[in-house]
């Protein structure tokens, strides 16, 4: 069969997928790799949580590059770990003439690329693979490349909540935005990582969740993870934020990022610039928690993040069901730019970083080499 019509028939039959037990226990794995370089890829279906816990196998680049899109994975590390999973069945899928492998390996690269334009995490963790490859151009090498980024990733999130912990206090209220947790990334996760660490040492908090307009990451997946940890969590609407910040109830805002460039500005889920405005006017601490696979050195701040803006449907309906009246249009960004200037602080897997960002993001790239 060739791609094309693989690519036809995983669309039009719905990939593989399998319902497993819907009880409140730990949650499947976002991202696992079943078995040695012939294997697949299986996904935790993020579109159908939080009622069904769906397992979505995948055999192509362009069933990968759909999960993307739909968002059935997302989070800016777990986007990279897919793509290098997906850059693996799509090159396995063109089987290369010897020769032609690195060609091969960089079309399907660039069919990944352009799934989600705004987490650099793709584009980091393609190039990782295209530099492998280009070292020694084979199947086996690419499949190490795509599994050490797993455990990369893996690490990172654990190192960003051992450094992040120390920021949240017995009694404190920590107010986060989006998904940031084990279902973003393959591992703890970057702003939630921070919060399963402090609290598996034993710090008693509580956690407001916005429930982030328009897709629910917030209350459908952050909601779940906190309640899954046995983390006390409640879901404020993200209008509300601000209003509650100002009340004096929240002693810390933690939030993930998609990519931050060079001077420490950074892209992060709609609806995350607000809650620094927010912060800065009332004077609560605002923190972003990223792997430094999130960094971007190439862009020298952030106007030059590109944003990427979905499909309106997704504001004026929500799983099929209108929410607005017929014929309405809308305005759908995904993300948006925070100044450096309104960040007290960035947890790294390295360390966290302080103002002045632009010398404390170079000097920790520098040192993690
Ligand atoms: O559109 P999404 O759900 O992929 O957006 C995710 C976010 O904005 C997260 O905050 C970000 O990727 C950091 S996740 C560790």
Redesign the pocket.
């Known amino acids: 069969m060739n791609a094309e019509t693989q690519r036809a028939n995983e669309q039009s039959a719905r990939p593989d997928v399998s319902t497993i037990d819907m009880s409140i226990e730990a949650l499947p794995p976002t991202i696992r790799w079943v078995g040695d370089a012939n294997g697949h890829l299986e996904l935790l279906d993020q579109t159908r949580l939080p009622q069904h816990r769906e397992i979505l196998q995948l055999t192509t680049a362009a069933g990968v590059v759909d999960a993307i899109r739909c968002?059935a994975v997302?989070?800016?590390?777990a986007?990279g770990v897919a793509a290098a999973f997906g850059l693996l069945l799509g090159v396995r899928e063109q089987a290369p003439a010897d020769g032609a492998f690195v060609a091969e390996t960089r079309e399907v690269a660039a069919r990944l690329l352009v799934a989600r334009p705004t987490?650099v995490n793709l584009c980091w963790a393609l190039d990782r693979c295209l530099a492998a490859v280009a070292a020694e151009p084979t199947m086996q090498r690419l499949f190490q490349e795509a599994c050490s980024i797993h455990a990369d990733e893996e690490a990172m999130s654990r190192s960003i909540g051992q450094y992040g912990k120390q920021l949240i206090k017995p009694g404190n209220t920590v107010l986060t935005h989006?998904?940031?947790g084990r279902l973003?990334?393959v591992g703890d996760?970057?702003a939630l990582a921070v919060m399963f660490a402090a609290w598996r040492d034993g710090v008693k908090f509580r956690v407001l969740a916005d429930e982030t307009r328009p897709?629910l990451?917030g209350s459908r997946l952050t909601a779940l993870e906190l309640q899954v940890a046995g983390i006390p969590v409640e879901i404020v609407a993200d209008g509300a934020a601000a209003g509650i910040i100002a009340n004096g109830e929240v002693n810390l805002v933690i939030?993930?990022?998609?990519r931050i460039s060079s001077n420490g500005d950074f892209a992060?889920?709609v609806g995350t610039y607000p809650l620094a405005l927010a912060c800065a006017a009332h004077q609560i601490p605002f923190y972003v928690a990223?792997p430094l696979s999130t960094f971007d050195m190439r862009l020298p701040n952030g106007r030059a993040i590109p944003i990427e803006e979905r499909d309106a449907n997704e504001v004026t309906a929500f799983r099929g069901q209108p929410v607005a009246p017929h014929g309405v249009g809308a305005r759908n960004p995904?993300?948006d730019v925070t100044p450096a200037g309104l960040v007290s602080g960035i947890v790294t897997d390295v360390g966290i970083l302080r103002p002045p960002y632009a010398a404390s993001i170079k000097t920790a790239l520098a040192e993690s080499r």
């Open positions: 968002l997302r989070g800016a590390p986007i987490a989006c998904n940031t973003a990334t996760g970057t897709l990451q939030v993930g990022a998609d992060n889920k990223a995904a993300f």
